[in-house]
Structure formats: structure tokens, C-alpha cells
């Protein structure tokens, strides 16, 4: 089993900063692609932006310019730095790993999500 742990929510002014992580731990071989999503009330889960193992990156169109994503391999983590906050970024924030397990299968994990609220 993998545990994916997420940090660094919190309620911010518009135009403020705030860094989410998300640790990945327990039975790991590698981790292949890692994402943030977001999910505003009545709306449908979107994603915010990706990673891939080698470093390769996608975005939203509405975060570009704004979020850049990063991953330290050696500690299974994956950050979202969030600058330029607006009102509309308010959601929980969920991460999502996918992992390769000790039998060569890749497992699709999801953190248990964490609120950013921005205030205008």
C-alpha cells in the first residue's frame, strides 16, 4: 500500500503565494507520472497541473504563468508552488501518484486532499 500526505493549504489574500507538497510513502518501486487536481464546490475535478519522472510538465490553462510544479524523486514529493492567487483557485487540492509496485503493476493513488481558500 502507498500513502500519498499532503501539506500546505491554508487561507490566503488574493495575489498571495502558498506551496503545497505531497509525500508518497510505503511500498514503492518508482513513481511514474505525479499531478495536483483541484475540485471547487459543484464543479467537477480538474487538473491543475503534472509531472512526469523525467521532469516534463503540463499545465492549466488558467494556472500558466501562476503555479509551476516540482518533484524531488529522492523523496518521492511533489510540490505546487501557487503564486498570484485569485478567488477562482479556491478548492481542495488534491495529489495523485501514479506508482510502480513490487510486482511491476502501476497503481493509481490519490492524497486526501487539502483546502486553499483565497479571500479577494
Known amino acids: 500500500q502507498v500513502q500519498l500526505v499532503e501539506s500546505g493549504g491554508g487561507l490566503v489574500q488574493a495575489g498571495g503565494s502558498l506551496r503545497l507538497s505531497c509525500a508518497a510513502s510505503?511500498?514503492?518501486?518508482?513513481?511514474?507520472?505525479m499531478g495536483w487536481y483541484r475540485q471547487a464546490p459543484g464543479k467537477q475535478r480538474e487538473l491543475v497541473a503534472a509531472?512526469?519522472?523525467?521532469?516534463?510538465?503540463n499545465y492549466a490553462d488558467s494556472v500558466k504563468g501562476r503555479f509551476t510544479i516540482s518533484r524531488d524523486n529522492a523523496k518521492n514529493t511533489v510540490y505546487l508552488q501557487m503564486n498570484s492567487l485569485k478567488p477562482e483557485d479556491t478548492a481542495v487540492y488534491y495529489c495523485?501518484?501514479?506508482?510502480?509496485?513490487?510486482?511491476?503493476?502501476?497503481?493509481?493513488?490519490w492524497g486526501q486532499g487539502t483546502q486553499v481558500t483565497v479571500s479577494s
Open positions: 509531472i512526469t519522472s523525467g521532469g516534463s510538465t
Open positions: 510505503g511500498s514503492i518501486f518508482s513513481i511514474n507520472a
Open positions: 495523485n501518484a501514479g506508482v510502480l509496485e513490487s510486482d511491476y503493476e502501476e497503481y493509481d493513488y
